[in-house]
């Protein structure tokens, strides 16, 4: 099962290469590349500001709580 599992997630990493790919191309003949750099900074700061909204990755550090033995319950 888990074989399955890493070779469905490496099937999604090696098929968005040549759609990246595609895309840029497409993009670059139809803009300029400042322009795309441009977008893909403030798209980047845009992510990057809603993740530090996200309270699951502010406390990513810290350990979860973990439960109590039974006989230390007794």
Same mark, same amino acid.
């Given at each position: 099962m888990q074989g399955r599992v890493f070779s469905v997630r490496r099937l999604?990493? +090696? !098929?968005?290469? #040549?759609? *990246?790919? *595609? *895309? *840029? %191309? !497409?993009? %670059?003949?139809?803009?300029? #590349?400042? @322009?795309?750099?441009?977008?893909? %900074? =403030?798209?980047?700061? =845009? =992510?990057? %500001? @809603? +993740?530090?909204l996200n309270p699951a990755l502010r406390r990513v550090d810290e350990l979860p709580a973990l439960p109590r033995p039974a006989e230390a319950l007794g």
């Open positions: 999604i990493a +090696q !098929f968005t290469s #040549p759609l *990246a790919t *595609a *895309a *840029a %191309g !497409f993009l %670059g003949a139809h803009t300029s #590349p400042g @322009l795309i750099l441009l977008w893909s %900074g =403030v798209v980047m700061l =845009v =992510v990057s %500001g @809603l +993740q530090l």
